[in-house]
């Protein structure tokens, strides 16, 4: 007995070390889209029922509208426009001379946002990071540097700025409707993500940074509670802050 | 009648021959071919729900209920379903800055994912942050290019691993994408990055020639393609000689179909990716058989596309 088991346990070893190759001969692809007209399965929904009444509680609250539907593209766009306008506000309450705003274009979240209420989970989605409000001190050579990084990447949304983009490099750069003295220090803002080097931003390292405590997200939600207040609706223009020429 | 001794033998010599790889004669005599059914996701970004009915591009699309019900129906007609995720499984809704990634990692577990890899999101909660959330994680995390010492996650990832299907034997493995730059630096912490070319090599390498592995898959978060100096997923392709799939992800690719590459010594790579946001599932289907030689090695391979709603 104990010698026929030693023998089963050699010939299966000996199987098992040489594994039978197998060779692939065919292969078919498919794809599936995932829609709300097919089954669901409902131990998942049980799973998520909890969680979910926790996200709707905190996130279906209304916080303000838009009257105009909210989409992401570059060089510029409606949504880019609102994060980047209502970062600069943000900043500017603390520190009355930043100038202009910039918010990388990989930190619009989603890519639209439809006319009606907007909610604060929208928000969220619009910018889950927990991302804060920054204030750099930069020489307006740097100033130009950051323009061409953003022309490079073909058009982030700011406000405060304005320019073209030519060949991959930014011309014609007006703050606040001026050209950009190289040797003045301006005051600018965006996310500490950008700050500390985030999207290939290295050339930030060595400057005078204020961080503060504002989640970007929050100052999001702040913008439209205050045009809330005064009965209007969101509604950011398309002014060719960033254009394209030939 | 069997008596208790004689019963506990024989139950050890069939465990023995399971625990070896299932019965041995099952390959000797497979003159059958198995069909390797392959699933996969990436980018879901924290997409539990669907996309609300708002008018936006993708309303009613997604969720992961919708999707579990859809994976429970292929795993019912197939018999060896494989079913990998190619990271980014964090950040993007607002359960995760309520929950930390608890429900994602819940509902992956409940839907059987055999295999994932770390996307740079899978850092927004730091590294322990991710550590944390593996308590509730029943599949293994693949990533080899990341050097985890003195971190949350040391000993809490594999490089890659070896799941046998039928009598088929895959390996694989994951790769993760440059850190610095893209993750805060205080997020990844001590964690290491390693490039992932060469690495990439000597597991392939490893897993066809010394593990006999006769699928190679590689779950990268590499990303697709750049139009700069980046190492992408098409570059791995180009570059590695063992690896069969590259089941990608960090673009947010719609690939509609896989793309071939040849590789180094002209055999054919696939590469796919589906989107983001839990909007896709992809599938590929593979046969396998004891031929010597393979009719896909001399011609360029035709691939099926179905697309289904």
């Not at chain 1, 889950?128 to 740097?142: A, C, K, M, W, Y």
């Amino acid at each position: 007995m104990k010698s026929l088991f030693a023998k089963l346990l050699l010939i299966a070893l000996f199987f098992a070390s040489c594994h039978h190759p197998l060779v692939l001969q065919q292969k078919t692809h498919q794809l599936y889209t995932i829609n709300n007209t097919g089954k669901l399965d409902s131990n998942l929904v049980k799973m998520l029922a909890p969680y979910k009444v926790g996200v709707d509680t905190q996130m279906n609250v209304v916080i303000g509208h838009t009257d105009i539907p909210l989409t992401k593209a570059q060089p510029e766009s409606t949504l880019g426009n609102f994060m980047a306008d209502a970062q600069l506000i943000a900043a500017q309450k603390l520190d009355r001379k930043v100038v202009a705003s910039f918010v990388n274009y990989g930190g619009i979240r989603i890519n639209y946002i439809a006319p009606g209420v907007l909610t604060r989970g929208k928000m969220f989605e619009l910018m889950p990071f927990d991302n804060t409000v920054t204030i750099l001190e930069v020489s307006g050579e740097l100033l130009k540097r950051l323009c061409n990084h953003i022309a490079k990447g073909k058009g982030w949304p700011v406000a405060g700025i304005t320019f073209k983009i030519k060949d991959k490099e930014a011309q014609d750069i007006l703050l606040n409707g001026r050209p950009i003295n190289d040797n003045v220090i301006y005051k600018i803002t965006l996310s500490d993500y950008l700050a500390r080097g985030g999207d290939n931003c290295d050339f930030f390292e060595l400057l005078k940074k204020r961080y503060t405590s504002i989640f970007l997200r929050d100052a999001l939600i702040e913008y439209v509670q205050q045009l809330e207040l005064q009965h209007l609706p969101l509604h950011p223009n398309l002014e060719k802050r960033i254009e394209y020429v030939e | 009648m069997l008596n208790r001794r004689t019963f506990i033998k024989r139950t050890a010599t069939g465990s023995a021959l399971f625990a070896l790889g299932g019965f041995p004669f099952e390959s000797f005599a497979s003159s059958k071919p198995i069909k390797l059914t392959l699933l996969h996701t990436n980018d879901v970004h924290s997409r539990l729900e669907p996309f609300a009915m708002d008018g936006s591009k993708y309303e009613g699309q997604g969720g992961v209920a919708a999707r579990a019900a859809l994976i429970a129906q292929i795993r019912s007609e197939e018999e060896h379903v494989l079913l990998l995720d190619a990271g980014d499984i964090f950040q993007g809704t607002p359960y995760f800055n309520l929950y930390k990634g608890e429900p994602e990692m819940k509902a992956m577990s409940m839907m059987r994912y055999d295999a994932v890899t770390m996307g740079n999101h899978d850092f927004d909660a730091g590294v322990d942050g991710f550590a944390n959330q593996l308590i509730h994680a029943n599949f293994p995390v693949l990533v080899a290019n990341y050097e985890f010492s003195g971190t949350a996650l040391e000993g809490k990832t594999k490089p890659y691993t070896i799941i046998k299907k039928g009598g088929l034997k895959i390996g694989l493995f994951g790769l993760g994408i440059q850190l610095k730059g893209l993750v805060p630096d205080e997020s990844y912490g001590k964690t290491i990055y390693i490039e992932p070319i060469q690495i990439a090599r000597s597991i392939s390498e490893k897993l066809k020639k010394q593990e006999h592995c006769d699928f190679v898959i590689c779950l990268s978060h590499l990303g697709y393609e750049y139009n700069y100096n980046k190492v992408s997923d098409l570059i791995l392709a180009k570059e590695t000689e063992h690896i069969d799939l590259i089941i990608g992800g960090h673009t947010h690719t719609f690939l509609d179909e896989p793309k071939v590459i040849r590789n180094k010594k002209g055999k054919e790579v696939l590469i796919n990716q589906v989107g983001w946001a839990g909007l896709r599932l992809g599938r590929l289907d593979f046969i396998f058989d004891d031929k010597k030689s393979s009719n896909l090695l001399q011609t360029q391979s035709v691939i099926i596309s179905k697309q289904t709603n």
